[in-house]
Every structure is written in C-alpha cells, then in structure tokens.
T-cell receptor, first 114, second 112 residues
Framework: GENVEQHPSTLSVQEGDSAVIKCTYS??????FPWYKQELGKRPQLIID?????GEKKDQRIAVTLNKTAKHFSLHITETQPEDSAVYFC?????????????FGSGTRLSIRP | NAGVTQTPKFRVLKTGQSMTLLCAQD?????MYWYRQDPGMGLRLIHY???????AKGEVPDGYNVSRLKKQNFLLGLESAAPSQTSVYFC???????????FGSGTRLTVV
C-alpha cells in the first residue's frame, strides 16, 4: 500500500526566514498531494494541495513543489510568522479511485522563533 | 452548515468497556473516514466508507468496527476497549474526487 515519509519531524526557524518540509511517497499511481496544518488542540485543515499534472503551486507565502520522477514533494513557507507555528502533515492519494484514501506523513512540528 | 461534527469530544473508558463514536456530516459527501492520531505517528486510517451501507478496512482496523447506515452518519465502535486505543480520533468526509477532506474536531479517548 501507499506509504508517505516526512522530514524533518521537528523544525525551528527564525521569524522571517523560510521553512521547508519534504515528503516522499511510494505509490507511483498517487496523483493528489494535499498539505494540512494542525494547530494545537485543533483539527487538521487543508492549506494547499497539488495535483500530479502540475510541478509547482503557490498561494501567497506558501508553495508546494512536486517531482513525480523522484516521488518527492515539498512545502515551502517564506517570511515565516509566529502564526505559522503548528504541525504540518503531507499526504498522498489516488483521486478518482474507488476509495480516494488519503495517506498521511507522520508530521512536522514547526516552531517560529521570535 | 456545521460541516463534520463528532461526538463526544472527550471520553474516559475502563479497559473492556465498549463505546460508539458518532460522526455526522451535512455536506452530502459520499466518502467518510475514521483516523486515529498518536504522537509522532501522524494520522492513520482505521476504516472508511465509500457510500451508505458500505465499509472497508484501513491501515489499523483491528479492535474497531464501523457502520454507515445513513449517508450522513459514520459510526466507530470499540467493543472491548484497550489502553492501546487511547488516542485522538478524527472523522473526515470527502468526495470521490479525493480532493481534500473536511475533518471533524476530534474525540480524545483515554482507556484506563
């Protein structure tokens, strides 16, 4: 089955610097890659996603890149702010399939130092 | 619209007791999922359903049962709770397109 590995497990960056979280997936049929942000005690919320026919997607200070050949995808946060502190999860799934299950990485705890 | 609602929010069980967690959605989504979240292990899929009357096993189904008698509800049952089932449980709803889920607010379960 699908497996998603995520690194690093913890990340601390100075406010204003950039943060990068990397993931790899195992199933070459995966075609949808969402990223979720989970603040302490709250539910995961979708922040950005990318589909396999696109190499990069940006939304203000966040961007995702996808390398299908290497089965790698990454989240980039620029000009980090205190409210970016949270746990971030990458995920992969096969959309339009009979189940569209999303398999998650183990998460990255991002801390922004003032 | 409430989206996805989970009840209860917190529960403490004794080993061997049973309980049912309820997930309700008002988005008319076909697909529903139950995940458990443990420190350092992300979100692991327990069971899922692709429509009313259907269920299937996920990554960690042992010790749990589910039912989807109505499209809007997805129940997760623990017949005989064990301390290893102490976790935060999240329900999610989605479409066949698989483009993103909407999560419920979670249920924190402690088995003592």
């Amino acid at each position: 089955g699908e497996n998603v590995e995520q690194h690093p497990s913890t990340l601390s960056v100075q406010e204003g610097d950039s943060a990068v979280i990397k993931c790899t997936y195992s199933d070459s049929a995966s075609n949808y890659f969402p990223w979720y942000k989970q603040e302490l005690g709250k539910r995961p919320q979708l922040i950005i996603d990318i589909r396999s026919n696109v190499g990069e997607k940006k939304d203000q200070r966040i961007a995702v890149t996808l390398n299908k050949t290497a089965k790698h995808f990454s989240l980039h946060i620029t000009e980090t702010q205190p409210e970016d502190s949270a746990v971030y999860f990458c995920a992969a799934s096969i959309s339009h399939s009979s189940a569209s299950k999303i398999i998650f990485g183990s998460g990255t705890r991002l801390s922004i130092r003032p | 619209n409430a989206g996805v609602t989970q009840t209860p929010k917190f529960r403490v069980l004794k080993t061997g007791q049973s309980m049912t967690l309820l997930c309700a959605q008002d988005m008319n989504h076909e697909y529903m999922y139950w995940y458990r979240q443990d420190p350092g292990m992300g979100l692991r899929l327990i069971h899922y359903s692709v429509g009313e009357g259907t269920t299937a096993k996920g990554e960690v189904p042992d010790g749990y049962n589910v039912s989807r008698l109505k499209k809007q509800n997805f129940l997760l049952g623990l017949e005989s709770a064990a301390p290893s089932q102490t976790s935060v449980y999240f329900c999610a709803a989605g479409t066949q397109l698989g483009y993103g889920y909407t999560f419920g607010s979670g249920t924190r379960l402690t088995v003592v």
